[in-house]
């Protein structure tokens, strides 16, 4: 918290920053410049012309993001102009969002491109009606599968459903039936409070030659906080098939996860 802004500026440039999420570097910035700048003028000025470039807004959530719009630290006009562009990149298809990502990875303005999160960014398209439903985009590079044997884990950002906190998380683990590592693709419910309602759900991913979604497990749970349901094996073939040069489960070096949830019954 001490340091100067040219020292802050240096550490969040950076792609390799271990951090859990774009969100936490959003709510860093505004503790340190209302820590350096109490005046709400410098602070805004410090903010808008120095700092909102190091912050990668489209890796942040919808949920932090609605915040900007109210955070009366940034200049209205500027919360609004870094939103936009943040939801149109997160609304771009895919090969879009990569083109924009290779184009600023040779500048020195980074927004685009992905830091290395604990928390996997997710796409997230949420429906009210005709019941509480979300359908959540989680991509993975072929490199991050493979650090994942033989016994590790990937999680998502959160996401929300019915006001409760989900993640989804991709293990590497062993078959209990074969016995042979696998991919399994799990869906849990943050801690929090003592609400309990049943979900359905449904895992899918994208395979070749079609490149269209194909659903792998279906299945309901009834949640309570801190709990989790999945599938250990989910493409239903060895780890060492899953992750071949000729796997049909990566595009473009891309495995390509899709969860749909829809709430049953509240309670």
Sequence with gaps: MALPLAGIQAILASDDLQIASEDA???????????????????REVLGSHLAQYIRFPYMTCRKLKKVLTCNDFDQDVASKLVL????????????QRSLAAEESATSNRRFVERAYKYRPVKVVEFELPRQQCVVYL??????????????????QAF?????????????????????????????????????????????????????FVC??????????????????????????????????FINGILHLRAELTIRLCS
């Design 139 to 156: 991509d993975l590079k072929r490199e991050e599968c493979v650090n994942l044997f033989p016994s590790g884990r990937v999680y998502s």
């Design 216 to 249: 792998k497990y279906k299945g309901n749970y009834t949640f309570t906080g801190g709990k989790a349901v999945g599938y250990r094996n989910l493409f239903a073939v060895p780890w060492t098939s899953f992750v071949a040069e000729d796997s049909i489960y």
């Design 25 to 43: 570097v959003y709510d860093f910035v505004l503790k340190w410049a209302r820590a350096q700048y109490p005046k709400l003028e410098d602070r």
């Design 160 to 212: 929300h459903l019915g006001g409760q906190g989900f993640f989804l998380s991709a293990h590497c683990n062993m078959d209990q039936q074969s016995s042979f590592h696998c991919l399994g693709l799990f869906l849990g419910m943050q801690e929090k409070g003592s609400t309990s309602f049943t979900v359905d759900y449904e895992f899918a991913a994208r395979l070749k030659p079609t490149e269209e």
């Design 85 to 96: 562009e943040a939801l149109f990149y997160k609304a771009d298809a895919p090969y879009r």
